[in-house]
């Protein structure tokens, strides 16, 4: 399978607790992206890698999300001190550079408690 | 801003009807992408087509036609002849311009055909 992974696919945690998750894109995009998605509603845009350099951030992700992508291949997404209102299914996507279609992995549903 | 809008939200269809969906969308930029993606039942987006904002021919694959109108910035969504396996939750987003491509998404629209 040569499509966008992502693990884990499914993580409940305790309120407080901090949690990582991973992705990996196509090997050949240079894009990766993450966005959050909640129940009804379309994904979000949170922030965007170009090769390993993070170009833009959505003033969604607050202080408590940190998101890498060391040496341009895999991404992680870190989220501290998680609330409630982080639950959300969080998909990575990659894509070619410019106006390509991005292609989605299959998400990490977060639960909080 | 850009923003895209499924007044749709639940559509219920028996199979082989056709069924239509709407998207309509907002945005300053001349230059702009369109995007439809489908999310079935397994969660994962499944991308349909992409359509740049200079071409408005429509487009047709198979039972999915599409029809994009500059005039009214709708970009909508055919399925002819509808099966089961088409139901699924289906999303119109719009590329931004410059660098990132970031795509903003509607809300999505759910689509059951029953058998």
């Known amino acids: 399978d040569t499509g966008v992974s992502q693990d884990p696919r499914h993580k409940i945690t305790k309120r407080g607790q901090n949690v990582t998750f991973r992705c990996d894109p196509i090997s050949e995009h240079n894009r990766l992206y993450w966005y959050r998605q909640t129940l009804g509603q379309g994904p979000e845009f949170l922030t965007y890698f170009q090769n390993e350099a993070q170009l833009e951030k959505s003033r969604l992700l607050s202080d408590r999300f940190s998101a890498e992508r060391p040496k341009g291949s895999f991404s992680t997404l870190e989220i501290q001190r998680t609330e409630q209102g982080d639950s959300a299914m969080y998909l990575c996507a990659s894509s070619l550079s410019g106006w390509n279609e991005q292609f989605f992995g299959p998400g990490t549903r977060l639960t909080v408690l | 801003a850009q923003k895209v809008t499924q007044a749709q939200t639940e559509i219920s269809v028996v199979e082989k009807e056709d069924v239509t969906l709407d998207c309509v969308y907002e945005?300053?930029?001349?230059?702009?992408?369109l995007f439809w993606y489908k999310q079935p039942p397994s969660g994962e987006l499944v991308f349909l087509i992409r359509r740049n904002s200079f071409d408005e021919q429509n487009e047709i694959s198979g039972r999915y036609s599409w029809n994009f109108q500059k005039s009214t910035s709708s970009f909508n969504f055919t399925i002819t002849a509808s099966q089961v396996v088409d139901s699924a939750v289906y999303f119109c987003?719009?590329?931004?311009?410059?660098?990132?491509?970031?795509?903003?998404f509607g809300k999505g629209i759910t689509l059951s055909v029953r058998p």
């Open positions: 987003a719009l590329g931004h311009t410059g660098a990132n491509s970031k795509l903003t």
């Open positions: 945005t300053r930029d001349t230059t702009y992408y």
